[in-house]
């Protein structure tokens, strides 16, 4: 990420960061949310870190799946992904998402743009269960139709709910789609042959321009095909589909239930595992708008709304939230620094300067 793209996104992310932190806790005043912050028991701290670390331990794992190398052991896989998730949490723009295959590539040499495909894959399987897992919260979880929230004046509610969850499937259908396509050997064939044409279409530009949209265009996008295709290929094996799957689930319930055990400690939530798990599915749909590094702001707005569609009034709505986003990012912040400092990898080199990096 350059200077100008870091100030960009540091500038939108404050402003949407700002925005968010006001209609989150408009109607909160400061007094009386430090003085319920003051009433959580915190050592159910303890057990919701232990159930977040497991959960980091089978991201590992299904990393390691779509991976597919037995060179790359758990260790290996865990450092550069705690790494990219602490990255995530302190600077912006999500590079962790980039660093994690770029870390793998220096320490493990793997490809860089297979790496940074299953990454992507991973994101998709994270997509499509929150999708799902939406649509089955508005079909099984009830939300009291009359419940809303007031937000730079527009009404958050369970039809709001419903109408973005409408969209969203549609999207995941869409992407589903894109790989699919690009995993199956006849229609990536098909993309690779239109991609190769490309420079065809500048002939009027002589042969200089074309050599150049062959080189700098056509022939990088037919290798990003190939090896996004290659991140891809558990989509040509059901059991390794599977087993991601089974796993995605598995990640996503234990942080509901991470959720749901602070919440035991926190005086007057007292919703349901099946409402916290709602709860959690609309702070990871906030949290996709782009913020300052933390997704502070947006994932208090996110966790504000939700709880009021639950009954939970204003103050310990946004005291068990903004207690919960701290208890959520600290381990994370805490290994991926641990991570960087065993395994010797300079963090701001990672981020910001990834000029020694064969993307290949």
């Known amino acids: 990420m350059n200077r100008k793209s870091l100030l960009i996104s540091v500038a939108v992310g404050i402003v949407v960061s700002g925005i968010t932190l006001y209609y989150a806790f408009r109607n909160v005043p400061a007094g009386e949310l430090v003085r319920y912050l003051g009433t959580i028991n915190y050592w159910w701290i303890v057990p919701a870190t232990v ?11 299904r990393w390691q799946l779509l991976l597919g190398s037995d060179d790359i052991g758990f260790w290996q896989a865990f450092h550069p992904l705690m790494i990219g998730f602490m990255l995530n949490c302190v600077f912006p723009g999500r590079i962790g998402e980039v660093a994690r295959p770029l870390i793998l590539k220096k320490q493990q040499d793997y490809p860089f743009s297979r790496g940074l495909a299953t990454v992507a894959a991973e ?4 997509s499509l269960l929150l999708v799902v897992l939406l649509a089955v919260v508005l079909s099984v979880v009830p939300i009291d139709p009359g419940r809303e929230m007031t937000f730079g004046g527009y009404q958050l509610n369970r039809e709001t709910l419903t109408a973005a969850s409408s969209g969203l499937v549609k999207l995941c259908l869409l992407v589903v789609l894109g790989v699919v396509l690009v995993s199956w050997t006849p229609s990536r064939g098909l993309i690779i042959a239109v991609v190769q044409k490309l420079p065809e279409f500048f002939r009027f530009a002589g042969d200089g321009f074309r050599d150049k949209i062959q080189r700098y265009v056509a022939a990088p996008l037919v290798h990003v095909v190939e090896n996004v295709a290659a991140g891809f290929s558990l989509v040509r094996d059901p059991r390794l589909l599977a087993a991601c ?13 991470a959720y749901y055990v602070v919440s035991l400690g926190a005086p007057g939530v007292g919703i349901s595992l099946a409402q916290m798990t709602a709860v959690m599915v609309i702070v990871c749909f906030f949290i996709a ?5 933390g997704y502070w702001g ?13 009954g939970v009034n204003a103050r310990e709505a946004a005291g068990f939230t903004l207690a919960n986003h701290a208890i959520q ?9 641990m991570s ?3 395994t010797g990898v300079n963090l701001w080199q990672v981020a910001f300067k990834p000029n020694g990096a064969e993307r290949s």
């Open 289 to 293: 708008l782009p913020s300052i590094p």
């Open 329 to 337: 990012l600290l381990p994370i912040i805490v290994i991926g620094l």
């Open 245 to 257: 799957a089974l796993l995605s689930v598995l990640i996503w319930a234990l942080m509901a239930l």
């Open 298 to 310: 947006i994932w208090e707005a996110g966790g504000v709304f939700a709880l009021t569609l639950f």
């Open 340 to 342: 960087a400092l065993l």
């Open 51 to 61: 159930i977040i670390l497991v959960s980091f331990g089978l991201r590992v794992y």
């Open 123 to 126: 994101r998709v399987f994270d």
